[in-house]
């Protein structure tokens, strides 16, 4: 299903006072408008940048049915004018006159931003009733990743001059999920033209909704669904977050750590290390992160980071479970196949689900949620960090053992790949596996639990739960590696093949040097095992013999 769009109420137009077209706006309720801080800038003269424009600016509220201008200025505290790195560059007007009542822009939070298809709407210098154009999204960039990258096609209507301000609307639900921003650097100079100062290459930038919602942060309650971080997250606890695990903690999510899933025991909500597994939350937030002081040693993770925070405490399975739906998007699966990339995409890559055995029914949250996404983890390289208030050995000591089986399952994955790469492929890294020994030592520690201190008993658990840990990793990373090499030998057996058929089109079938060199390849090929370092310089020089001749006179001895 595709929203119908072109009937939207809150689309504005942003004029200077002399009339000039500065750009675009979206209406947020019947006095403000979002709009982008340089759009303004546009229409008047300052010393400096960071002072809040006292110009009048002017609203055409095209949207409405008989459309109307009205006189705005800058809302006194919202105004981030752009800085030198590409961050901020969002201002608020608030309307002489209310607007006539809504619908108003509809902001949501975005979840997926690959290959998304949006929408927006426009007004070039030369088109004085606007313009749409459509392009997709590509990903997060720029400083502090505040910014998404769009690509729309290079034949058609695009983003220029004009667009600034203006909404990015998801095609499929009618979302407002960011704003066009224009400011671009090259060189020396500020342009006003999206796409690396050339407006014919299709590319664009927004400014996500979660990006403006942390500058706005009083109408976040307005926008429907939550953020990524749960409210308990926020805290104010005055504990400092424990060093140690604070580091972790920025290693582990930003894959500087081997490993798929953390356990960690906080003890109590004041200990240092719950800060720690707060603030990583937080700090990686785009929307929750607070300006930090460069000057200020503080531990933070990569923006974004972390997909989602979920606290367990006091939740049931079915709250828990509903949560982590709802930040994939009901919106997206139902226009999304379950199989495909993007399907894929909706579903978290990073995730912390905290105080798992202060769930309302903790046993059932393990076994219906956490231990699926658990199993999945290795082979979708999910990071999951998982804490328990207390040291809960039964719920941790039921998670280990299925990582152990999990464990089992990926080493039988890597030894089927190994006996197939081997047989054709040499210098395949042997799996070396070892679930039975740490099934072995599972056992021991669940006869241990009667006859063993909890201390001691602890302290196994967590060495237990380490090397399953690591062993997961390295199964799933052999096996990778082994189907890489089956993968490159099949690849260069296709361009080998394909080369010939070249070849062979052009008249080449009798050229003896050409027939040397595509044997020589062929057989280091199908040479048991084969040396692919060695045949792929072969398939090379053969392709690029190949592709002189074809160049040169078609038919032709060469040179």
Known sequence: MTFSHGNERWPVRVRSEHGEVLGAGMALDERRVLTCAHVVSAGGETESPSTEPTWPIYVDLVGQSVSRTVPARVVPGCWWPPTHDGRGDIALLELEEPAPQGPFAPLRRMRRTWDRRVIMYGFPETLEHGVFVEARLT??????????????????????????????????????????????????????????????????????VETILSRLSWIRDQVPGESSVDLSFRSTEDTPADPRVARQLVDFFGRQLPGNVLVIVINHRGSGVAAAVRQAAVLSSRELRPPIDPHQDVVAPPIGSIDLAVDAADKSTKDVSQRIADWAGAADAATTAPDSDRAIETTPRSIII?????????????????????????????????????????????????????????????????????????????????????????????????????????????????????????????????????????????????YLAMAVQHGLSEDAALGTSYRHAHELLLAAPCDLAVAEVAVRQYAEAVAQRVGGPVGGSGS
């Open 139 to 208: 990903g997060r960039s720029g400083a502090g990743r505040e910014r998404i990258q769009m690509v729309s096609a290079t034949t058609g209507p695009q983003v220029s001059r004009g667009f600034s301000g203006a909404a990015v609307v998801d095609a499929d639900t009618g979302h407002v999920v960011g704003m066009v921003v224009s400011t671009y650097q090259d060189g020396d100079h500020d342009r006003d033209v999206i796409g690396g100062g050339d407006p014919g290459s299709g590319l664009s930038w927004m400014i996500p």
């Open 354 to 498: 905290n105080n798992i055995d202060e769930a309302a029914e903790p046993e059932t949250l393990l076994s219906e949620v956490v231990l699926p996404l658990v199993d999945q983890a290795p082979t979708r390289d999910l990071r999951m960090l998982l804490t328990f208030r207390g040291e809960s050995i039964p719920l941790r000591t039921t998670l280990l053992a299925s990582r152990v089986a999990g464990l089992q399952t990926a080493e039988e994955a890597a030894r089927r790949a190994y006996r197939r790469a081997a047989a054709v492929v040499a210098d395949v890294p042997r799996p070396q596996p070892v679930a039975t020994e740490l099934r072995i030592q599972l056992t021991k520690l669940r006869a241990a639990v009667a006859t063993t201190d909890g201390d001691t008993l602890a302290a196994l658990l967590a060495s237990t739960e380490r090397a399953t840990d690591r062993a997961l990793r390295r199964a799933e990373s052999i096996r990778r590696e082994i189907v890489a090499r089956e993968d490159l030998w099949s690849e260069l057996r296709g361009r080998l093949g394909a």
